[in-house]
T-cell receptor
Framework: KAGVTQTPRYLIKTRGQQVTLSCSPISGHRSVSWYQQTPGQGLQFLFEYFSETQRNKGNFPGRFSGRQFSNSRSEMNVSTLELGDSALYLC???????????????FGPGTRLLVL | SQQGEEDPQALSIQEGENATMNCSYKTSINNLQWYRQNSGRGLVHLILIRSNEREKHSGRLRVTLDTSKKSSSLLITASRAADTASYFCATAPAAGNKLTFGGGTRVLVKP
């Protein structure tokens, strides 16, 4: 099976702009999670979707949003970008056959976002 | 805030030596997972240990879990230069679906 793919791989934006990142999970995986990784804060959970429903959300401002489509592909959007949003954004998919249980995560290569 | 705290933050060893890193967590878990990350790339899943398991092996990896102490350890035996990476523990809660990562241990294996 193909792995998790993320597009774009690199992105440069300026403050105040918005950005949309895309993630295609492994075929058959219904759970998609997003994480932000920065040198200062480490890996932080953004949100998780299962069958188009957001099941859980991390402690990020409302500028961070996401969605999942019927084919399990997911997008995350960050509006009104700030310098501190510069990070590696990682997407992960999971078989997660049980609705309320999180199993092994399979990560994509990430999108590196630089906000100038 | 991070559920898992890892110790040490960094580790430097010679090829062939063993590397041990520890992870402590605070709340009840369903499972604990270890991941490896090479230099700012995606994470690779190494091993998952469930809360009712005490030890698990996978190749040169050995993971232990002590739920009474809320801690886990990852042992890499006979390390290789290719093991140079950051290693993260992540906890999946007893209920719910939020995976929480520790701060990671940076391992350098010198040839």
């Amino acid at each position: 099976k193909a792995g998790v793919t993320q597009t774009p791989r690199y992105l440069i934006k300026t403050r105040g702009q918005q950005v949309t990142l895309s993630c295609s999970p492994i075929s058959g995986h219904r759970s998609v999670s997003w994480y932000q990784q920065t040198p200062g804060q480490g890996l932080q959970f953004l949100f998780e979707y299962f069958s188009e429903t957001q099941r859980n959300k991390g402690n990020f401002p409302g500028r961070f949003s996401g969605r999942q489509f019927s084919n399990s592909r997911s997008e995350m959007n960050v509006s009104t970008l700030e310098l501190g949003d510069s990070a590696l954004y990682l997407c992960a998919s999971s078989p997660s056959r049980t609705f309320n249980r999180l199993e092994t995560q399979y990560f994509g290569p990430g999108t590196r976002l630089l906000v100038l | 805030s991070q559920q898992g705290e890892e110790d040490p933050q960094a580790l430097s060893i010679q090829e062939g030596e063993n590397a041990t890193m520890n992870c402590s967590y605070k709340t009840s878990i369903n499972n604990l997972q270890w991941y490896r990350q090479n230099s700012g790339r995606g994470l690779v899943h190494l091993i998952l240990i469930r809360s009712n398991e005490r030890e698990k092996h996978s190749g040169r990896l050995r993971v232990t879990l002590d739920t009474s102490k809320k801690s886990s350890s990852l042992l890499i035996t006979a390390s290789r230069a290719a093991d140079t990476a950051s290693y993260f523990c992540a906890t999946a809660p007893a209920a719910g679906n939020k995976l929480t990562f520790g701060g990671g241990t940076r391992v350098l294996v010198k040839p």
